[in-house]
Nanobody, 117 residues
Framework: QVRLVESGGGLVQPGGSLRLSCTAS????????MGWYRQPPGKERELVAL???????NYADSVKGRFTISRDNAKNTVYLQMNSLKPEDTAVYIC???????????WGQGTQVTISS
């Protein structure tokens, strides 16, 4: 059974930084595409960033240049470094895993990120 556990959320002032972590268990992490989604209050969930098993990355336009996604396969962990945070970044950030072999995906429970003065 796959479990995705996020950590690192919290409250930060505009312009600040946070690093989110997501650790996966119960899967062949090395062949999974990992992603971070976010869901602002009252809005739809949206893709923030993803990273493939080959370390190819994609970012939402709204975070490009400010956020960086990375992975450590030895630790089965994906990270999201968030810099220059803005109030509009406030959301529940959710870890996502997709198989690169078959149509299987998993979601974490999410971690709250709040940017406020």
């Amino acid at each position: 059974q796959v479990r995705l556990v996020e950590s690192g959320g919290g409250l930060v002032q505009p312009g600040g930084s946070l690093r989110l972590s997501c650790t996966a268990s119960g899967s062949r992490f090395v062949i999974r595409t990992m992603g971070w989604y976010r869901q602002p209050p009252g809005k739809e969930r949206e893709l923030v960033a993803l990273i493939t098993s080959g370390n190819n990355t994609n970012y939402a336009d709204s975070v490009k240049g400010r956020f960086t996604i990375s992975r450590d396969n030895a630790k089965n962990t994906v990270y999201l470094q968030m810099n220059s945070l803005k109030p509009e970044d406030t959301a529940v950030y959710i870890c996502h895993q997709r198989s690169e072999r078959i149509q299987i995906e998993y979601w974490g429970q999410g971690t709250q990120v709040t940017i406020s003065s």
